[in-house]
């Protein structure tokens, strides 16, 4: 059982792999994190009870976007499970007036938009509850 958000991140980490990244090609042992924030953020909504929020992040060097997914507790502090991904871009400047909560309403679109953020999450959780078995036996 989780009971805390390090209990929850030691886990995840086990977890995290090509297959649950939404960008397997570019994610690595290196950088395990990397491009895992959304399903990761959507199991620790449905673990911790956290809220998900969205951020659009820029890299000044290739002037290119992306959008980073984390979560926040009751009371409004930021929880950010997959921050480490962008460690190798020390420049990347976080515009938090685009910081946003997602809502049931926009996560049915994003899903809707995007299927494999579904099949990524699903992944995700077998996983997750896989692990989770290991710890109780």
Request: proline letters at 4%.
């Amino acid at each position: 059982m989780i009971t805390s958000e390090n209990d929850f991140i030691r886990t995840i980490e086990k977890c995290w792999s090509r297959e649950t990244a939404m960008d397997p090609h570019n994610r690595s042992e290196q950088n395990p994190s990397y491009s895992q924030c959304l399903a990761t953020a959507l199991l620790a909504r449905d673990e911790l009870w956290l809220s998900v929020y969205v951020e659009k992040l820029i890299d000044p060097t290739t002037t290119t976007s992306r959008y980073h997914f984390f979560n926040k507790d009751i009371h409004d502090k930021d929880i950010r499970f997959c921050e480490e991904q962008f460690t190798h871009m020390p420049d990347i400047q976080i515009h938090k007036q685009r910081e946003r909560i997602i809502d049931e309403d926009h996560l049915g679109i994003i899903i809707e938009r995007n299927p494999e953020v579904q099949k990524k999450y699903d992944i995700l959780k077998k996983k997750f509850q896989s692990e989770l078995e290991k710890i109780i036996r």
